[in-house]
């Protein structure tokens, strides 16, 4: 394709403060280190660094941690154009527990979810690949509306969209209010992203996983990846086998915190290099691996593309 904006990440942008102490809950931690954050700011800067182009759209306060966010989206070489600067407002905080399994935090929200329509032109929709976005994002208002609106106007415009299901509880109003917005997306037959923790919160049962499947193949979805932690990934299509791949056994865990924007980054790198399904897994479950050897985000040193492909 010749679009010329590989991906719009449309969500949150915040700071992680990632306990030093690991393997400890947040009442044991003492020590906690900055880092850039925020599920779809961490997909914009792995795909910058995978040799794309991504823009993104987020919110943040006109403050000390904005300006930090602003540097190092810049020096990523990730527009900043349309992030928006919010005088009254904070940028939106989260402290996260340093974890080898699904890491606990406590967000302190404030700007991220202001995000409004403006923000999102239909010039900008005309020339992107893939739109992707949070279940995070579409907890708030007004970012909710605005991403339900702009994410059907892509799609009439022959857009892939995108979608990480990281529901936490914490952050809706009610499991029906997510399960109502989540819908919504699914009519635009999105890359669904989920994993197991997610959907156990999300239905607040365990289900098996062809069940999870078929709910969201029923909603409309062809293509559904549910990430199993250190078992690995299954991927189901309508009408086809699914596809079952172990995880790339590593050494030590050392942080999990954005494993997943790493596999799914990989994932949608690979589907805009139009591979096959199973190569895409491939390279999402590399670039995972490579996630969990590091604290934070991927490391500045090593040459990525020469480690996936």
Same mark, same amino acid.
């Given at each position: ?6 991906? *719009?990440?449309?969500?949150?942008? *915040? $700071? ?23 599920? %779809? ?12 182009? @991504? ?13 930090? $966010? ?32 699904? %890491?606990?935090?406590?967000? #302190? ?32 208002? @007004? ?6 609106? =702009? ?30 917005? $989540? ?18 919160? *999300?239905?607040?049962?365990? *289900? %098996? ?24 990934? =299954?991927?189901?299509? $309508? ?23 790493? #596999? ?22 590399k670039l995972a691996a490579l996630k969990l050897q590091n604290v934070g985000r991927l490391p500045d040193n090593i040459n ?6």
């Amino acid at each position: 394709m010749l679009n010329n904006i590989d991906i *719009l990440c449309v969500g949150e942008v *915040l $700071i992680d403060f990632i306990g030093h102490q690991s393997g400890v809950l947040i009442n044991n931690t003492r020590d906690y280190h900055r880092y850039l954050g925020g599920s %779809p700011t961490n997909v914009a800067m792995n795909f910058a660094r995978l040799g794309l182009k @991504p823009v993104m759209i987020s919110s943040i306060g006109d403050d000390g941690f904005g300006e930090y $966010i602003l540097k190092r989206l810049t020096e990523a070489n990730i527009s900043t154009n349309n992030i928006k600067r919010l005088e009254h407002i904070p940028t939106s905080v989260i402290f996260v527990s340093r974890s080898e399994s699904t %890491p606990e935090f406590i967000p #302190f929200r404030a700007a991220d979810y202001h995000i409004t329509e403006d923000q999102i032109p239909t010039e900008i929709l005309k020339k992107i690949n893939i739109f992707h976005t949070t279940c995070f994002a579409l907890s708030k208002e @007004p970012a909710q509306t605005t991403i339900l609106k =702009k994410a059907e106007e892509a799609y009439n415009l022959g857009c892939k969209l995108s979608i990480d299901l990281n529901y936490a509880k914490k952050l809706w109003a009610s499991q029906e209010q997510a399960l109502h917005v $989540i819908k919504t997306y699914c009519k635009f037959n999105p890359l669904i992203k989920i994993s197991e923790d997610d959907m156990l919160r *999300l239905f607040e049962k365990e *289900l %098996p996983h062809e069940e999870i499947f078929q709910y969201f193949h029923k909603q409309g979805v062809e293509t559904v990846c549910l990430t199993l932690g250190s078992n690995g990934v =299954k991927l189901s299509q $309508i009408g086809k086998e699914i596809i079952q791949l172990p995880a790339i056994k590593i050494e030590k865990v050392v942080d999990t915190t954005g494993a997943g924007d790493a #596999f799914w980054s990989g994932f949608l790198f690979a589907y805009i290099k139009e591979k096959p399904i199973e190569e895409c897994l491939q390279v999402a479950l590399k670039l995972a691996a490579l996630k969990l050897q590091n604290v934070g985000r991927l490391p500045d040193n090593i040459n990525i593309l020469s480690k996936l492909l």
